[in-house]
């Protein structure tokens, strides 16, 4: 009974806290005439105020730290509301025109001076209630949360809504809040959810642009690219190998974004060409991943490969192209090696298949055209095939001559060291 009415006690807290928040979140898209905007905004400021002196009654008079903890998050969960209204009062002054927005999206100053003012008064009035917040929610990072939300915060006030605008100030908000959290490694839900309201300001950004302005496919590009550094960082500094492995997902919708915003860059380029450079592109930062991880190096190893084998497959089955049959021919050999040094039979027998028939399909198409992507191409890969073999072999030499050695010397320091 007891548990239950504990469940209950929490579920009562943040349905309270969700109702604030949608009160708050009302000034955002409000459509209200009686007042001036000032004064609805000064009645935004003075409600969030309540807050922390209601968490106060709760923590010390009551004896209930779960409320004052509860309440404290909503008072994190207001300030991304004050950052965008006080964003579209540094606009209507210092940004370019607002006609093509509704009304109900526009927050208007009486003076550059009124909306300079606005921002320092409730900057000196919420800066202090942040670093309250954060020394209930996670004490020990109080200062680093603090100055990285009121940072993050700022870029809400950049009086520029553009596309590029956009994309270069919630890059940096990703990366403050994957920073903060491979730095603190939070364990409690509270210090979590205080982590998670750094994002915040990015997504009042990406809403913002996403309702109101243009939006770009390098806008998103550059929010998943970022993302998936985090998400890697994060697993990494976690030792959560799937949190790691997790990033491959916006990995390869950023590449795609960004393969799909340059397209304008080359009109006459074919579509089996894009796919084969999406394939290559996409593998730069898998490998990257894959270098930097000792978890998952296999598995981001594994998956640019497989990506790469798949595109170049699938353009010699509908479009066959030169460059992708001698991408297949690397790719299969590169596969069958390791299938034939590990005694892996499947991997040797597909990687054959792969390199025989990009091979078979490069022969055609030198017997039919008489072009450098043919024959040329043909005998140049075989002697850099001839050429790399002939390293390996020697480094292989080296490695086995240097191996006796090594076990000569150990028992000789096993007596020095007696």
């Given at each position: ?27 955002l ?12 905004y000064?009645?935004l ?36 509301i ?30 550059r ?31 680093l ?5 009121v ?11 553009s596309?590029?605008a ?9 990366g403050?809040?994957?920073?903060c ?19 915040a ?12 302005y243009?939006v770009s ?5 550059t ?10 960082t ?11 492995r ?21 009109p ?12 290559l592109?996409?593998?730069i ?5 894959a270098?930097s991880?000792?978890r998952?190096?296999?598995?981001f ?15 010699l ?10 991408q ?5 050999l ?9 005694g892996?039979r499947?991997?040797l ?6 390199a ?7 022969v ?10 043919g ?7 075989g ?33 020095l060291?007696q």
């Open positions: 009974m007891e548990t239950r009415l504990q469940q209950l006690f929490q579920m009562l807290r943040w349905c309270g806290a969700a109702m604030i928040v949608a009160a708050a979140g009302t000034f898209v409000q459509g209200w005439d009686q007042d001036g905007d000032v004064s609805r000064l009645t400021l003075g409600m969030t105020a309540l807050l922390p002196a209601l968490a106060y009654a709760c923590g010390i008079r009551m004896q209930e730290g779960r409320s004052a903890r509860v309440l404290m998050l909503t008072l994190l969960a207001l300030i991304p004050h950052g965008g209204v006080l964003g579209g009062f540094v606009l209507s002054q210092f940004g370019t025109g607002t006609s093509s927005l509704g009304p109900v999206a526009q927050w208007v100053a009486p003076s001076l009124a909306a300079v003012l606005l921002v320092a008064g409730a900057g000196l009035a919420l800066i202090p209630l942040i670093w309250a917040a954060f020394r209930v929610l996670a004490r020990p990072h109080a200062r949360l603090t100055a990285t939300s940072a993050s915060h700022a870029l809400l006030l950049v009086p520029d809504r596309s590029l956009a994309t270069l100030t919630v890059a940096p908000i990703l403050f809040t994957a920073y959290a491979a730095r603190i490694k939070p364990q409690t839900l509270e210090s979590r959810l205080a982590v998670a309201s750094l994002l300001p990015a997504t009042v950004i990406a809403a913002r642009q996403l309702l109101f243009d496919t390098a806008f998103w590009g929010i998943l690219g970022t993302g998936a550094l985090a998400l890697f994060l697993g990494k500094k976690s030792g959560d190998a799937t949190i790691e997790f990033a491959i997902v916006p990995t390869l919708l950023s590449v795609a974004a960004f393969v799909l915003a340059t397209e304008l860059w080359w006459d380029v074919s579509a089996s060409s894009v796919w084969l450079a999406y394939g592109l996409s593998s930062p898998l490998l990257a991943f270098w991880s000792s998952s190096k296999g598995f190893l594994q998956a640019a490969v497989a990506l790469n084998a798949t595109t170049a497959l699938t353009v089955l509908i479009d066959p192209r030169p460059w992708a049959a001698l297949a021919i690397a790719l299969g590169g596969i069958s090696s390791y299938g034939f040094v590990k892996r499947p991997s027998y597909s990687g054959i298949g792969l025989g028939f990009g091979f078979i399909l490069e055609v198409h030198a017997i039919e055209v008489f072009q450098p992507s024959w040329l191409a043909l005998a140049g890969f002697s850099a095939l001839v050429g790399l073999t002939a390293w390996l072999e020697r480094r292989a030499r080296s490695v086995r001559q240097a191996a006796p050695a090594a076990n000569v010397s150990q028992p000789a320091a096993a007596s060291s």
